[in-house]
T-cell receptor, first 115, second 114 residues
């Protein structure tokens, strides 16, 4: 166990559905991240939150909407997705953002399929 | 921005042999280079890391080397075992306005044949 829990593990949704991914970290960290992992592509950083404030939005389409209500929880709200959005969505946390030796702790991910 | 290239994309070795995975980076300001291992059905987990002021670091059967001049770093696994089979990612940390951000390589799928 890494201390970062993601639910659900698997999600199948239609293009008109609205769903949410949840991430919870039990490590007392102050920064949380969403990454997208597609086949044969590097891990893509989507969003970064530090102390519940979004500090990075890596040109992600508006059909992905993050929410960080507190430093332990992170959500990714999904609506009107496209089939190409099918991927493994990984949540991660770190102690902070400004330590040059920052270590990321990842959850097991949500495998998303958009039909 | 930073760009990290990783080779090979797949690597198959016999149990007991060594495995080497190589990465290059583009931003000379990068100062932290971690390696992550991702097993099937799990998220990536940090296995070893190296700072820019160190040339080599070893932890039991795994070692990482860094050549700052050439901007490349490598992961070495000796005496490979079937449980080493996984996807390995290198990364480089670069400072931007938001803080230190990791850029990942494309991954190497390592298969260790018993």
């Amino acid at each position: 166990e890494t201390g970062v829990t993601q639910t659900p593990r698997h999600l199948v949704m239609g293009m008109t559905n609205k769903k949410s991914l949840k991430c919870e970290q039990h490590l007392g960290h102050n920064a949380m991240y969403w990454y997208k992992q597609s086949a044969k592509k590097p891990l893509e950083l989507m969003f970064v939150y530090s102390l519940e404030e979004r500090v990075e939005n890596n040109s992600v389409p508006s059909r992905f909407s993050p929410e960080c209500p507190n430093s332990s929880h992170l959500f990714l709200h999904l609506h009107t997705l496209q089939p190409e959005d099918s991927a493994l969505y990984l949540c991660a946390s770190s102690q902070g953002l400004h330590d040059p030796l920052e270590k990321l702790f990842f959850g097991s991910g949500t495998q998303l399929s958009v039909l | 921005g930073e760009n990290v290239e990783q080779h090979p994309s797949t690597l198959s070795v016999q149990e007991g042999d060594s495995a080497v995975i190589k990465c290059t980076y583009s931003d000379s300001a990068s100062n932290y280079f971690p390696w992550y291992k991702q097993e099937l059905g799990k998220g990536p987990q940090l296995i070893i890391d190296i700072r820019s002021n160190v040339g080599e670091k070893k932890d039991q059967r795994i070692a990482v080397t860094l050549n700052k001049t050439a901007k490349h770093f490598s992961l070495h696994i000796t005496e490979t075992q079937p449980e080493d089979s996984a996807v390995y990612f290198c990364a480089a940390s670069v400072l931007n306005n938001a803080g230190n951000m990791l850029t990942f390589g494309g991954g190497t799928r390592l298969m260790v044949k018993p």
